[in-house]
Every structure is written in C-alpha cells, then in structure tokens.
C-alpha cells in the first residue's frame, strides 16, 4: 500500500475542494457515511475526512461515497511544540498516508488513549465539584470514535448548565477551569511520521489566537525544512488578517495554501464548502502523496 499511485480524478477549473472535516469517529456529529452525504449535498467535488487522531471513518465514507465526490483520506493529529515553555498544542493535517504503518498506528492508539485519561479527568474534576457528568455516559456516546472535549461539552449542555458548544469552551468551563494536559505528539516527530508513511502534512490553522497561543513563526520556517508541505491559510478562526499572514507566510516558504471548513456538524456552526481549496493546491498535495489514492466512485 505504500506506493499507491495516485491517479486523478481530474477536478475541472471550479472545482469545489473542501479539505478538512470531521465525523462521529472523532468529535463531528454526522457518521461518516451521511458526512459524504452531506459533502455531495453541499455541492462539494472533493472533500477530506480529517479526524482525530484516528483513520476508523475512513472504510465507511468510502463504502458511502456518493458519484461524483471524491475523497481524501485523512486525519488531524493532535501534536504539541516542545520548544518553549509551556508547549504548544498544534494540530497536524495529514492526507493520504499509509493506515496501516507501524510507527504511526502506535502513536496514535497512544494519544487516543491519553484523551480518554485526560478526559476522565476533566470529569472527575466536574464531579468534584458537584457537577453531574458521568464518564461512561460520555464514553458509550463518544461510541468508539476519539474523544474530545466536545463530548464533554454535550454532557455539558445535557445537564443544562450551558446552551452551545461554545459556551462550554468558555474559560469558566472547559477553556479554562476545567481542563487537564492531554499527551500529544512531538509536531517534527509527526512529520517525520506522516512522511515516512507517503502522507502529506499541512497545519491546521495555524494561526487561530482566538483558539489560544500560537506558535511563532520561527517554527513553521523550522517545520517546513523538516518536512511540513502546506498550511491552512483560509480557515474561520483565522481573522482576515490572520488569513492574509498565512498566505504571506506560506509564499515565502514554497509552503501550499489551503482553505477549509473544519466542518463539525452540530458541534460548530460552520458549514461545508465555507472555505476551500484551489484546484492547483489540491492538486500538488496528492501529487506529493504515496500512501494511499485519492478515491471517487464514479
Ligand atoms: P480536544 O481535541 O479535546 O482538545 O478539543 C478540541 C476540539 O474542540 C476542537 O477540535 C474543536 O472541535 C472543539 N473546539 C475547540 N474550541 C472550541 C470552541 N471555542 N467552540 C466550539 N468548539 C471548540
Ligand atoms: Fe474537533
Ligand atoms: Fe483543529
Ligand atoms: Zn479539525
């Protein structure tokens, strides 16, 4: 598998390429199957399924892939910058690499496991305070895909202590007074994985400060020498200016641009096909891929 050629689907000049979305394998609200669903509806030509730390949507949104869409296969890794004190989280879009490589497989199955620890703990700490959250409710509705501090925050809203999401990640909640250090994933040892299994690597909004710190950019010149292949310029926690920075950014590192939803379902209010992706962009990260194709059913 891990020199799969990546024969196109050519997409024609107006192709709508949305490339990075979530589904109930990690914190997005729809299943796999009704995301490709939802992707076609959206009139998207091409979209990414790019959950957390976790490849298991990937089977069932080929199976569920309506004609005409095409899909890549992907994941957002959930890394951490160990270059300043205290790390940074980043989060690490990966496309089209090999599942199944070793080294990658393990480290993921590490980090799901320290987001189930640490969100155990986010709980015992609302318990602690009489709240009532109970771990293997949000366990058994999380349902096998990667857990989240949104899975929490519907525990949240359940109890009818906040109304959104958003809320929840206010700093009163989750943002701030109940949280708890997940184990990530050193952001060059994840290149260096993403690569060594024929994926392609971008960062995911890499400039999100409503989001909390962000790394300088001192780094994405280190991240892009070591291996980095594009970031995620059009994205809607970046402001205009933030977006603009990021082009600038990505221009004079060779870096590729993409734009994209980091669509959620009902956990966020944005839609699919928000922001996307051009054709050329597009069209070097699955020339650059070797781990698996890109797949359209018709
Ligand atoms: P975690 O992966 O457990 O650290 O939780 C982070 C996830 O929570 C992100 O991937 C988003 O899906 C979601 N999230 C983060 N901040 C917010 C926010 N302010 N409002 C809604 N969802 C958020
Ligand atoms: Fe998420
Ligand atoms: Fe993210
Ligand atoms: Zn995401």
């Known amino acids: 598998m891990a020199s799969a050629p990546n024969p196109l689907p050519t997409p024609g000049p107006d192709a709508r390429i949305d490339l990075h979305a979530h589904s109930t394998a990690s914190d997005g609200t729809l299943t796999p199957a009704e995301l490709m669903r939802a ?31 095409t899909l890549v296969r992907g994941a957002e890794l959930s890394c951490r910058w160990y270059g300043t004190e205290p790390s940074i989280a980043l989060h690490l879009l990966a496309y089209l690499f090999d599942p199944d490589s070793p080294e990658l497989v393990a480290e993921l199955t590490r980090i799901r496991a320290a987001r189930e620890v640490r969100a155990e703990r986010i709980v015992e700490s609302l318990r602690a305070d009489g709240i009532d959250v109970d771990w293997s409710d949000i366990q058994a509705r999380a349902a096998g895909g990667t857990v989240g501090r949104p899975h929490i925050a519907q525990a949240l809203i359940r109890a009818g202590l906040v109304g959104t999401t958003s809320e929840a990640f206010q700093p009163r909640w989750l943002g701030w007074r109940y ?28 400039r999100a400060t409503r989001r909390g710190e962000v790394v300088p950019d001192s780094l994405i010149v280190d991240l892009a020498a070591a291996g980095l292949f594009g970031l995620e310029a059009d994205h809607e926690d970046h402001s205009p200016t933030e977006q603009a920075h990021v082009r600038r950014l990505a221009a004079e590192l060779g870096l590729v641009v993409t734009g994209s939803s980091d669509f959620h379902g009902e956990h966020k209010t944005v839609r699919l096909g928000a922001f996307t992706t051009s054709v050329p962009a597009y069209e070097r990260i699955v020339a650059e891929a070797s781990g698996v194709p890109v797949v359209s059913s018709s």
């Not at 509806?41 to 869409?69: C, E, Q, Y």
């Open 179 to 206: 949280r708890a250090p997940k184990d990530d994933l050193d952001v060059f040892h994840a290149i260096r994985l993403v690569r060594e299994a024929g994926g392609v690597p971008v960062f995911a909004h890499p």
């Open 39 to 69: 992707a076609a509806d959206a009139g998207l030509d091409t979209v990414a399924i790019t959950d957390h730390d976790t490849t298991i949507g990937w089977a069932p949104a080929v199976a569920a892939l309506p004609p005409g869409l």
